[in-house]
């Protein structure tokens, strides 16, 4: 029975895991995947709880992230698993188990000896991807812990394998979306007059429009044929040595120079070519022509290196531009292979290859173009020069002329065009501003989608319209005067900033530039680039309206302004501080400010101050300078640096405010307060004295009256009867006297700051209980105090001491001006940034135009009538909670009661 009992368990295992397994791996979706893997092992192991917690990185797809985040939990949330978010290591959780049992979850960031029976948790090891917590209470049903480790690493490879799937669906994603951008790009080349062409990098003329298809096709190239693939090679091999994506050249078709850009698009597998007409840049640069072609060529390029060599490759000629390039004499040069004296070792192969190609078949992929290459000097020097080939065919032979030019020093200037073309490149690819083309008489021809959101309107709504119905009435003969005079000068672009007016009505400004096309001299239209610039118009505007303002205050203020060099000469001065220092303009011009003006013993400071303003820093002192009559004067300067357009500090400007006056009522101020605190010391020394001398034969008096009394009671009963109206009266007195001495000497004691503040957090309902109960539970009318409590008690920070003062004066006062009414109230609320204790009662009130007045010393409402008190207590309570950082307000009204409310902040 016990062997079968055994082998049912077994086979019971043998299942659970079986179809455990089968849960893995059943969607390539990470979170389906993990949901049902965790579905089943909770349901076959009879869990309270399991989450599954991954690498940041993983989810992220950001290397940066550490650590370990929740990725799937069941059930959804459980508040103290959240620490394990935190880890940064599972060493640091496991060590080298794959398995670990707890029994309480303050272990899960502990590593040491943990026990291994009646566990609450067990946490398996996904390796570095993660690991799995489980949550059981006294076993896993039907399952060992060790038998589950094949299943949790089949587990492990399904997420590896979600995570790869995941990956390439993202890969594809970017990629269809960045072909789609690349397409989108292809919309603005139709409206081009440049060439703009498509290969691909197999050879395969893909795209072009008109001017590349017009172009091209003088080439012998049709669009959907292939071209020499030694010649796509030799691009995508210059591309990669160069570790660039653009590759440039020149190339002379039918007589016509052409300039043309390369560029490798990897992310598409092809090349976009843009070729620009230079044919009269190129012109101009041709000093002359003469009737033969080989002569032509060499004066026409006489400040660049001229070589002619034979097919063979051997130098026949060799100007004097080459010796002064290449250091080889024309003797050296003379009978040698071109090869072997300009061209670097790796190149070599390539250009005998190339040779030989055109003279078999007539085609060479860099004659007739400008391209730069790497040249070497006799010396082995390498560096960079552009290069152009052009075959001669002379009687019936063929020599190659090279002309050559070392442009290590003009590499500056292309990167400028290269700039300049990169971002005519981009506006194309990406219109981030507005554009539009215009017909020869201004009518718009295209907008693009930017312009026609900032003229609030569809674009089709701006095509054919004329581009002054967009300006500003204002300013259309300005606009018009501008282009005709553009067309009468046939200048190819212009700049201007103009303001415009929407469909809708706003004004805005716009800077643009336009270029003119031209065919064979004729104007075909106009493209417009154009940005929003209402901001920096505005800006300036601003500006300069600050400017004004600014310099209207200082005018109209009296500043001084002062402006010197680094070596401390006056460079500008202006009518104020003339006047200020009694030196006329002239006077000051050119003058060494310091030893000018400055009284010596401040010297130091300026030099300070100079050494500062050298360093771009700002700041405000005082000096004394001496005028011009030997009379002297305080001034509050204000310095800050002065930089000239390169942002390097030239010298300093100072705004001088005379404080003469103000420097005199310092003293006497200084003077007065002096005095102030030697008179307020007297008098706290006097009412500290004369509180203590009232004090005492107030307590004589009152001992006597006690005795008196005691005594009239056991000689005579009649008298004691008649006599105890005045001892009352005379008790009453000297207690109200008394109190009066106590809160003078407490005011007393605030003014020198003698009363300590002492918090602690207190129970604040347990706190007014007690004083309620010591204070007011035996009142002579039958009254007490109505005591309630709002919010969840928490203790406050507070003083106990001084808090009961104000507790016990502000419910004095409510039973003392509230006789005859209802139970004064005090309610206690606990918020969630603050305490608040609300003392209520029915009495007289206040009347309005007294609650200013209420916290002032001595001060008392006049229709208190003949209710005794001092006047003190509130002032004492204001002080008191001034301490605390609270506030007190009143609420009243006169006949039907008052609310005095207190607010503490929460700490």
């Given at each position: 029975?016990?062997?079968?009992?055994?082998?049912?368990?077994?086979?019971?295992?043998?299942?659970?895991?079986?179809?455990?397994?089968?849960?893995?791996?059943?969607?390539?979706?990470?979170?389906?995947?993990?949901?049902?893997?965790?579905?089943?092992?909770?349901?076959?192991?009879?869990?309270?709880?399991?989450?599954?917690?991954?690498?940041?990185?993983?989810?992220?797809?950001?290397?940066?992230?550490?650590?370990?985040?929740?990725?799937?939990?069941?059930?959804?949330?459980?508040?103290?698993?959240?620490?394990?978010?935190?880890?940064?290591?599972?060493?640091?959780?496991?060590?080298?188990?794959?398995?670990?049992?707890?029994?309480?979850?303050?272990?899960?960031?502990?590593?040491?000896?943990?026990?291994?029976?009646?566990?609450?948790?067990?946490?398996?090891?996904?390796?570095?991807?993660?690991?799995?917590?489980?949550?059981?209470?006294?076993?896993?049903?039907?399952?060992?812990?060790?038998?589950?480790?094949?299943?949790?690493?089949?587990?492990?490879?399904?997420?590896?394998?979600?995570?790869?799937?995941?990956?390439?669906?993202?890969?594809?994603?970017?990629?269809?979306?960045?072909?789609?951008?690349?397409?989108?790009?292809?919309?603005?080349?139709?409206?081009?007059?440049?060439?703009?062409?498509?290969?691909?990098?197999?050879?395969?003329?893909?795209?072009?429009?008109?001017?590349?298809?017009?172009?091209?096709?003088?080439?012998?190239?049709?669009?959907?044929?292939?071209?020499?693939?030694?010649?796509?090679?030799?691009?995508?091999?210059?591309?990669?040595?160069?570790?660039?994506?653009?590759?440039?050249?020149?190339?002379?078709?039918?007589?016509?120079?052409?300039?043309?850009?390369?560029?490798?698009?990897h992310e598409a597998n092809y090349i976009n070519v843009y070729a620009r007409d230079i044919t009269h840049r190129k012109l101009a640069e041709s000093a002359a022509k003469d009737s033969e072609a080989k002569t032509r060529l060499i004066i026409d390029n006489a400040l660049d290196a001229v070589i002619t060599i034979d097919k063979e490759g051997i130098v026949t000629d060799w100007n004097n531009q080459a010796v002064n390039i290449f250091g080889w004499?024309?003797?050296?040069?003379?009978?040698?292979?071109?090869?072997?004296?300009?061209?670097?070792?790796?190149?070599?192969?390539?250009?005998?290859?190339?040779?030989?190609?055109?003279?078999?078949?007539?085609?060479g992929p860099v004659l007739n173009k400008r391209i730069e290459i790497s040249a070497i000097k006799k010396d082995k020097e390498l560096f960079p020069v552009e290069l152009s080939v052009v075959p001669i065919h002379t009687g019936g032979d063929i020599q190659f002329s090279a002309f050559i030019r070392d442009i290590t020093e003009q590499k500056r200037d292309k990167e400028v065009i290269k700039a300049s073309e990169a971002r005519y490149r981009l506006?194309?690819?990406?219109?981030?501003?507005?554009?539009?083309?215009?017909?020869?008489?201004?009518?718009?021809?295209?907008?693009?989608?930017?312009?026609?959101?900032?003229?609030?309107?569809?674009?089709?709504?701006?095509?054919?319209?004329?581009?002054?119905?967009?300006?500003?009435?204002?300013?259309?003969?300005?606009?018009?005067?501008?282009?005709?005079?553009?067309?009468?000068?046939?200048?190819?672009?212009?700049?201007?900033?103009?303001?415009?007016?929407?469909?809708?009505?706003?004004?805005?400004?716009?800077?643009?530039?336009?270029?003119?096309?031209?065919?064979?001299?004729?104007?075909?239209?106009?493209?417009?680039?154009?940005?929003?610039?209402?901001?920096?118009?505005?800006?300036?505007?601003?500006?300069?309206?600050?400017?004004?303002?600014?310099?209207?205050?200082?005018?109209?203020?009296?500043?001084?302004?002062?402006?010197?060099?680094?070596?401390?000469?006056?460079?500008?001065?202006?009518?104020?501080?003339?006047?200020?220092?009694?030196?006329?303009?002239?006077?000051?011009?050119?003058?060494?400010?310091?030893?000018?003006?400055?009284?010596?013993?401040?010297?130091?400071?300026?030099?300070?101050?100079?050494?500062?303003?050298?360093?771009?820093?700002?700041?405000?002192?005082?000096?004394?300078?001496?005028?011009?009559?030997?009379?002297?004067?305080?001034?509050?300067?204000?310095?800050?640096?002065?930089?000239?357009?390169?942002?390097?500090?030239?010298?300093?400007?100072?705004?001088?405010?005379?404080?003469?006056?103000?420097?005199?009522?310092?003293?006497?101020?200084?003077?007065?307060?002096?005095?102030?605190?030697?008179?307020?010391?007297?008098?706290?020394?006097?009412?500290?004295?004369?509180?203590?001398?009232?004090?005492?034969?107030?307590?004589?008096?009152?001992?006597?009256?006690?005795?008196?009394?005691?005594?009239?009671?056991?000689?005579?009963?009649?008298?004691?009867?008649?006599?105890?109206?005045?001892?009352?009266?005379?008790?009453?007195?000297?207690?109200?006297?008394?109190?009066?001495?106590?809160?003078?000497?407490?005011?007393?004691?605030?003014?020198?700051?003698?009363?300590?503040?002492?918090?602690?957090?207190?129970?604040?309902?347990?706190?007014?209980?007690?004083?309620?109960?010591?204070?007011?539970?035996?009142?002579?009318?039958?009254?007490?105090?109505?005591?309630?409590?709002?919010?969840?008690?928490?203790?406050?920070?507070?003083?106990?001491?001084?808090?009961?003062?104000?507790?016990?004066?502000?419910?004095?006062?409510?039973?003392?001006?509230?006789?005859?009414?209802?139970?004064?109230?005090?309610?206690?609320?606990?918020?969630?940034?603050?305490?608040?204790?609300?003392?209520?009662?029915?009495?007289?009130?206040?009347?309005?135009?007294?609650?200013?007045?209420?916290?002032?010393?001595?001060?008392?409402?006049?229709?208190?009538?003949?209710?005794?008190?001092?006047?003190?207590?509130?002032?004492?309570?204001?002080?008191?909670?001034?301490?605390?950082?609270?506030?007190?307000?009143?609420?009243?009204?006169?006949?039907?009661?008052?609310?005095?409310?207190?607010?503490?902040?929460?700490?």
């Amino acid at each position: 029975m016990k062997m079968l009992n055994q082998q049912h368990t077994a086979l019971s295992n043998m299942r659970a895991l079986y179809e455990l397994s089968l849960s893995v791996g059943q969607s390539l979706d990470l979170k389906s995947n993990c949901r049902n893997f965790l579905k089943a092992l909770m349901r076959i192991g009879n869990l309270s709880h399991g989450s599954i917690w991954l690498q940041k990185s993983m989810i992220t797809r950001n290397d940066r992230m550490t650590g370990f985040t929740q990725f799937l939990a069941i059930p959804k949330k459980i508040n103290h698993l959240k620490e394990l978010v935190h880890l940064e290591s599972t060493q640091l959780l496991f060590g080298d188990e794959k398995v670990i049992q707890i029994n309480s979850i303050d272990q899960l960031t502990h590593h040491g000896d943990l026990p291994l029976t009646s566990c609450e948790y067990v946490l398996f090891r996904l390796d570095n991807i993660g690991f799995v917590v489980l949550q059981i209470s006294d076993h896993l049903d039907c399952l060992d812990l060790k038998e589950l480790l094949p299943v949790f690493k089949k587990f492990k490879c399904s997420i590896e394998g979600c995570m790869a799937h995941n990956n390439l669906k993202y890969e594809i994603a970017e990629r269809k979306k960045k072909e789609k951008q690349i397409k989108n790009i292809a919309l603005f080349p139709e409206e081009n007059p440049n060439a703009v062409a498509r290969f691909s990098t197999f050879g395969t003329f893909q795209y072009g429009n008109k001017s590349a298809l017009k172009l091209f096709k003088t080439l012998g190239i049709e669009l959907g044929a292939r071209v020499s693939a030694k010649l796509i090679h030799y691009i995508k091999t210059k591309i990669r040595k160069g570790r660039k994506h653009v590759q440039e050249f020149e190339l002379i078709i039918e007589n016509k120079y052409y300039a043309f850009e390369l560029v490798r698009i990897h992310e598409a597998n092809y090349i976009n070519v843009y070729a620009r007409d230079i044919t009269h840049r190129k012109l101009a640069e041709s000093a002359a022509k003469d009737s033969e072609a080989k002569t032509r060529l060499i004066i026409d390029n006489a400040l660049d290196a001229v070589i002619t060599i034979d097919k063979e490759g051997i130098v026949t000629d060799w100007n004097n531009q080459a010796v002064n390039i290449f250091g080889w004499s024309r003797k050296e040069a003379s009978g040698k292979k071109l090869s072997e004296l300009i061209i670097p070792e790796e190149m070599r192969e390539m250009h005998e290859r190339g040779m030989k190609h055109y003279l078999r078949t007539g085609e060479g992929p860099v004659l007739n173009k400008r391209i730069e290459i790497s040249a070497i000097k006799k010396d082995k020097e390498l560096f960079p020069v552009e290069l152009s080939v052009v075959p001669i065919h002379t009687g019936g032979d063929i020599q190659f002329s090279a002309f050559i030019r070392d442009i290590t020093e003009q590499k500056r200037d292309k990167e400028v065009i290269k700039a300049s073309e990169a971002r005519y490149r981009l506006l194309v690819e990406t219109a981030s501003d507005l554009i539009y083309k215009a017909d020869a008489n201004g009518y718009c021809t295209y907008v693009n989608p930017l312009a026609a959101r900032i003229m609030d309107c569809e674009d089709k709504e701006l095509v054919g319209q004329h581009f002054s119905e967009f300006t500003r009435p204002d300013y259309v003969r300005k606009v018009t005067n501008h282009y005709e005079q553009q067309i009468k000068s046939k200048t190819k672009d212009t700049y201007l900033e103009l303001p415009i007016v929407t469909k809708q009505g706003k004004e805005l400004w716009i800077g643009q530039k336009v270029q003119m096309i031209l065919e064979d001299g004729e104007i075909k239209g106009f493209t417009a680039f154009a940005r929003d610039i209402t901001d920096r118009v505005k800006a300036v505007g601003r500006l300069k309206a600050s400017e004004e303002k600014y310099r209207g205050i200082i005018e109209n203020m009296k500043l001084g302004l002062l402006e010197v060099d680094l070596k401390d000469e006056i460079k500008y001065a202006n009518n104020a501080f003339s006047q200020m220092t009694g030196y006329s303009i002239e006077e000051l011009s050119g003058k060494n400010a310091t030893e000018l003006l400055l009284v010596p013993k401040f010297t130091p400071k300026m030099k300070q101050e100079s050494r500062e303003r050298a360093k771009g820093k700002y700041s405000a002192y005082e000096v004394q300078i001496r005028m011009k009559d030997g009379s002297l004067k305080w001034l509050l300067i204000s310095g800050a640096p002065l930089y000239d357009e390169s942002g390097k500090v030239t010298g300093s400007i100072g705004i001088h405010l005379d404080i003469t006056d103000r420097k005199k009522y310092e003293t006497e101020i200084k003077k007065a307060l002096k005095k102030e605190k030697e008179l307020n010391e007297l008098k706290s020394r006097f009412v500290s004295m004369t509180s203590h001398e009232f004090r005492t034969p107030l307590t004589t008096i009152q001992a006597n009256l006690e005795l008196l009394e005691f005594h009239l009671n056991n000689i005579d009963e009649e008298l004691v009867s008649r006599l105890g109206k005045n001892f009352k009266r005379m008790s009453s007195e000297i207690n109200r006297l008394t109190e009066l001495m106590n809160d003078v000497l407490t005011l007393g004691r605030i003014d020198e700051g003698k009363v300590l503040y002492e918090p602690a957090y207190t129970d604040l309902e347990e706190l007014c209980g007690e004083i309620i109960k010591q204070s007011f539970s035996n009142q002579p009318d039958g009254r007490t105090a109505d005591f309630s409590i709002k919010g969840n008690k928490y203790d406050v920070y507070l003083d106990p001491r001084l808090f009961s003062h104000i507790i016990v004066n502000l419910l004095s006062n409510s039973f003392k001006y509230s006789k005859g009414a209802g139970n004064p109230g005090l309610q206690l609320n606990y918020n969630e940034d603050t305490i608040e204790l609300a003392f209520t009662d029915q009495g007289i009130g206040i009347p309005k135009e007294e609650r200013v007045s209420l916290f002032d010393s001595f001060y008392r409402a006049k229709n208190v009538d003949n209710i005794q008190g001092t006047g003190l207590g509130l002032s004492i309570v204001k002080q008191f909670l001034d301490m605390h950082e609270g506030q007190i307000s009143v609420q009243s009204e006169q006949g039907k009661g008052s609310v005095f409310t207190i607010v503490l902040p929460k700490k």
